[in-house]
């Protein structure tokens, strides 16, 4: 038979009472701890997800315009004027041997006219200098040395699009330009109605050789340079060649119809001059068209590459775009 125990005393269910809230607040205490923690590493993953998207985000860009070639614009991140209004920094491996233009204070008003002989016929052209004086002059520069001489439009497209003729890469293959590229000269409010000559790229400052000449409705990001338009009964040889389609009945690649330029001919004396130009921060590349549209490689779906037209290529349509050999292969 066990003893019975004592009854407490008041004192000891005090006591008691006073333990007991004690382990409370000691748990409350620990879960809050806890929960503060918790607060804290959910803090830390979520600013460790946000700096690794914000670096995913940045390489993705990076790899997508590169891929274009061209059609992502990139803001210089100096303030400083450039010395000269025009730069043609060596790029690639020349498809031809030439010189970059040696005037970089190119005349920049007015405009000069050039005949592009395709196929043993005319196609008369109006460069603008005003709006592509850099431009303008590399195109000059390299007709002059008879760099497009015999030398075959490599792109042909045919979309609701993008419907141009990219030429300029001595190689026929979209990826060839002259050796050395420059900036796309654009405001970002540019089209490209029918007639319109403009140069292809792979991304901001790989314009080259690579041109093309839009010969149906075309939309395309205003990051083609300008150089002008075709002129007089031009257009009805460029036509000729589209009507004829894309080898292999494709909407993009090598035309059907030969396309070879014979020769460009420009006025003697249209690289002399020096324009006037105001010091100011350099503009922010455009973009180009893209390698592997219609400038320098082949004309993408919705943009110009340069394997089409210049190295930076479009996207949903590769506009005028170069492709690699030099990245601003289109001229």
């Not at 274009?68 to 730069?87: E, F, G, L, M, R």
């Not at 592509?132 to 497009?148: D, I, T």
């Not at 042909?156 to 050796?179: F, M, R």
Request: aromatic share 4%.
């Amino acid at each position: 038979m066990r003893e019975d125990q004592g009854v407490p005393t008041n004192q000891q269910r005090r006591d008691a009472a006073k333990r007991k809230l004690e382990r409370q607040l000691a748990r409350r205490e620990a879960a809050e701890r806890a929960r503060r923690q918790r607060l804290v590493i959910i803090g830390v993953v979520a600013a460790v997800v946000v700096v690794a998207g914000g670096v995913w985000l940045w390489t993705s860009r990076s790899s997508s315009s590169t891929a274009a070639s061209d059609s992502s614009t990139t803001a210089p991140t100096s303030s400083t004027a450039p010395s000269t209004p025009c730069s043609y920094p060596a790029s690639g491996t020349a498809a031809k041997e030439v010189s970059p233009p040696s005037n970089l204070s190119p005349l920049n008003t007015g405009t000069v006219d050039a005949t592009l002989v395709l196929n043993g016929k005319d196609v008369p052209m109006t460069l603008n200098r005003a709006t592509a004086p850099c431009g303008v002059n590399a195109f000059l520069s390299l007709a002059s040395q008879g760099f497009y001489n015999d030398t075959n439009c490599h792109r042909l497209t045919k979309s609701d699009q993008l419907n141009v003729l990219q030429c300029g890469d001595p190689t026929g293959q979209g990826n060839g330009g002259p050796g050395y590229s420059f900036a796309s000269e654009t405001t970002g409010s540019e089209t490209y109605p029918v007639g319109t000559v403009a140069l292809a790229n792979a991304g901001p400052s790989t314009t080259g050789s690579q041109f093309f000449i839009v010969y149906g409705t075309t939309t395309i990001d205003p990051s083609y340079t300008i150089l002008g338009t075709v002129t007089g009964d031009g257009m009805s040889v460029i036509q000729d060649i589209a009507s004829q389609g894309v080898q292999n009945n494709r909407q993009d690649g090598a035309p059907v119809a030969a396309a070879t330029i014979n020769s460009v001919n420009v006025p003697e004396g249209s690289l002399d001059g020096t324009g006037t130009y105001a010091t100011a921060s350099p503009s922010p590349d455009a973009g180009s068209i893209d390698t592997g549209a219609v400038p320098t490689g082949s004309v993408d779906t919705g943009s110009v590459d340069t394997g089409s037209v210049d190295t930076g290529a479009a996207t949903t349509e590769a506009a005028p775009t170069e492709t690699a050999a030099s990245t601003g292969g289109a001229g």
